[in-house]
């Protein structure tokens, strides 16, 4: 750093999009390869050509005045060329071990093309299924995100940065974008610095304490400051309270739009702003080169730009990109690995959540397919789609190709079975003619069963897709009930990248499987799960509403001083004891499918619960040094296996918190863990409630436990369970 002129140091700062611009290595002065001999490009993205990328490596480390590597990065968010169910998928597996393998074979798949920083994990907390980036992360709950923020990061980063396996990974969008006013993409944000502390800070405090190299700024104002140019969230909360020693990128474009937010009037400000604030590299605009006349103008300090550029250099040294900068330009492979297609199945098959499982004609459950079923109709115009498959955000590198649709898998279990199999779209996602419904409905009645395959496209949730309606697209749910007047059991297979607001469509459904964008397994992941081979155990991250006007709705809310409870919603209030009440005139408060729920195709139950005490002391939980502090309380409760099939158990531990100096959600997930049981077999699940699970920043605004009498509860989701009390003391 000491041996940088200033035009070195600010090329540091400097990320350019390869896709977009210039016109790539070996094309004369114009080239990336140029660029970076001149030291004017710290990283690259969107390039994923070895040659290309030695090509520009070998220009910054040979010809380059002090011989300091290129950073190369991608989005990769679920996969690189093995493509796993889309990241709300990967949570609803509420499995953070195999969301950290997953991480871990996209490491090793980019990281061998040259890439070696993710734009991913995306941590961003999201209660409003309206908002597309929802298909991006974890759903609506801190604990949660908290838990797949850390999986994600140490599967990236692994054991070791530096191995050439790891890549380096960057939490975004920080912070706040999730709650984008209206579900709108990029709208701004206002909240009270409890609800920024409590919700959506503590899933980037996750990532950052495991080892996080990098955070991307977000796009959207919070608090009327862009996220981009916040001192208080870059500076004060990341660098001050967290320790942060990585670097802040911004957002694809992020610092030119200061001056549309209205606090730059020229790209000079803008990135005197955003660099002062906190934002290390700026990407793609290119505004930081303004940062050199700043600096010798005393508008920005020559020791700002040394530290951006410090800790840029910082994360190139930890990555080894120094001592070992070129990528082996080895053939790609032309099939994906066969433990990688294992594992994507597998984590297919733990995302499926089933909502619906009602008795067919015979009286079972429609799920999983009995033998009695010979015919089987397909319909629906996500059957054979292989690219939908992959979803929103799947890299360059991932191809249809490698996708097995729910049709070919279908066919070949039933030409295995000796099961007949029709075939008939229907319709397509967004149509509206009704040309192809005859073909369908003639295929459901000569079927004993029908499986439709229905839902968004894998493009319609993601970066600007926000939806105002949240129905099936196009005329998806009057094919439905074409279908369903035929008579026969009718399971859905439903593909989302978000809540979809299904109440006119359920009763329609003899079953539903919700199953997101399940990568490139998706069709054997299915087929197994239809026919039993895999029993469903995804559950639900986000809550699926009754009605758009419901939005946003999450299960963590406040109470209200006028609770609805214990009065009839379903029908318009008609007298003053029923109108006055935090309550719709026209639809239950209620959720269609709350948060933390999914079926199985066995049963569990759950026994009393038992406490290890029913008193803790706030004040020895808040004084004592940690290794000192009073035991934390033991809540547990048998869950037992009450079915005929083995199956997995998502069992989780809520809390509410009463009496305090701050109104406490009406509960909140402490704790979790997936059991797998026998048929007849029970488990005593424990969990521990201690100062980390019980702490809430209070009235003060300090991250303390409080006198409280709590709630616990531990059952299958957040709107049931077992339940007992304790009390926090002074």
């Not at 996220?227 to 320790?243: C, D, G, H, I, P």
């Not at 793609?284 to 940062?291: I, V, W």
């Amino acid at each position: 750093l000491k041996q940088m002129t200033l035009e070195e140091k600010v090329g540091q700062l400097i990320q350019r999009d390869a896709g977009g611009g210039l016109t790539g290595p070996g094309r004369g002065g114009s080239g990336w390869d140029a660029l970076a001999a001149r030291g004017e490009v710290g990283s690259l993205f969107n390039l994923t050509n070895p040659p290309w990328i030695n090509a520009v490596q070998k220009a910054a480390v040979e010809k380059s005045r002090l011989h300091v590597p290129v950073l190369f990065g991608l989005d990769v968010i679920h996969g690189f060329r093995t493509t796993f169910p889309v990241p709300l998928g990967m949570a609803a597996t509420w499995d953070p071990e195999i969301v950290e393998r997953a991480a871990r074979i996209a490491a090793r798949e980019a990281s061998a093309a040259g890439i070696r920083w993710t734009f991913s994990p995306m941590v961003d907390i999201a209660r409003d299924a309206r908002w597309g980036r929802i298909v991006e992360g974890a759903g609506e709950d801190p604990y949660l995100g908290a838990s797949i923020a850390r999986s994600y990061v140490r599967g990236y980063e692994g054991a070791r940065l530096d191995a050439p396996d790891s890549i380096a990974a960057c939490a975004k969008h920080y912070v706040a974008y999730g709650a984008a006013e209206g579900g709108r993409d990029y709208n701004t944000v206002d909240m009270s610095e409890r609800a920024l502390r409590q919700v959506y800070l503590p899933p980037f405090k996750a990532a950052v304490d495991a080892g996080a190299a990098t955070l991307m700024s977000a796009f959207n104002a919070l608090n009327e400051v862009p996220a981009s140019a916040n001192a208080f969230t870059l500076t004060e909360v990341l660098r001050n309270e967290w320790k942060f020693r990585g670097f802040v990128v911004s957002d694809y474009g992020a610092i030119r739009e200061l001056s549309p937010h209205g606090i730059a009037l020229d790209p000079a400000t803008a990135a005197r702003k955003a660099f002062l604030a906190g934002v290390d590299m700026d990407m793609e605009d290119g505004l930081y080169s303004n940062l050199v006349e700043l600096a010798r103008s005393g508008a920005v300090p020559e020791a700002a730009i040394d530290e951006g550029a410090r800790r840029i250099l910082r994360v190139k040294f930890a990555l080894g990109l120094f001592d070992h900068p070129y990528v082996e330009e080895a053939p790609r492979p032309a099939t994906v690995k066969a433990e990688y297609r294992e594992l994507a199945r597998k984590a297919a098959e733990e995302s499926f959540v089933l909502l619906k499982n009602d008795p067919a004609s015979n009286g079972a459950p429609a799920l999983p397919i009995g033998r009695n079923v010979r015919t089987i109709a397909l319909i629906g115009p996500l059957a054979d789609s292989a690219r939908d498959m992959l979803g929103s955000w799947s890299t360059s590198e991932s191809s249809p190709k490698d996708v097995v649709t729910l049709r070919a898998a279908l066919a070949e279990r039933c030409a295995s079975d000796q099961l007949k199999l029709l075939y008939a779209p229907g319709t397509t996602v967004r149509g509206e003619s009704e040309s192809g419904f005859a073909e369908a409905v003639d295929a459901a009645r000569q079927a004993d069963l029908v499986l439709m395959a229905l839902g968004e496209e894998g493009t319609m949730s993601g970066e600007a897709n926000s939806r105002t309606r949240l129905d099936l697209p196009g005329n998806q749910e009057q094919l439905l009930s074409a279908v369903a007047a035929a008579g026969k059991p009718v399971v859905v297979v439903l593909f989302s990248g978000r809540p979809l607001m299904l109440t006119s469509a359920l009763p329609h459904m003899t079953a539903l499987l919700l199953v997101w964008f399940p990568g490139i397994e998706a069709g054997p992941a299915m087929v197994r799960t239809l026919f039993g081979d895999a029993n469903p155990s995804g559950r639900l991250t986000v809550t699926f509403p009754r009605a758009v006007g419901q939005e946003p709705l999450y299960y963590n809310a406040l109470n209200t001083g006028r609770p609805a409870e214990g009065i009839d919603l379903t029908h318009p209030p008609r007298n003053a004891g029923e109108r006055y009440h935090s309550r719709y005139i026209d639809e239950l408060n209620t959720p269609l499918f709350p948060f933390g729920y999914g079926l199985s195709y066995t049963r569990f139950t759950y026994s009393p619960l038992t406490l290890s005490a029913t008193r803790l002391s706030a004040r020895a939980l808040n004084s004592a040094p940690s290794g000192e502090r009073p035991a934390p309380l033991r809540v547990s409760a048998e869950v037992k296996n009450t079915g005929d099939r083995a199956g997995e158990e998502v069992v989780q531990l809520y809390i509410r918190e009463r009496g305090t100096s701050v109104a406490r959600p009406v509960r909140e997930l402490k704790g979790f863990e997936r059991v797998h049981l026998g048929p007849g077999e029970s488990e005593r699940v424990e969990f521990t409630l201690g100062r980390e699970e019980l702490k809430f920043w209070n009235i003060d605004m300090k991250d303390v436990v409080e006198p409280a009498m709590v709630t616990v509860w531990i059952g299958p989701n957040s709107a049931e369970g077992s339940e007992a009390e304790f009390e926090i003391t002074e």
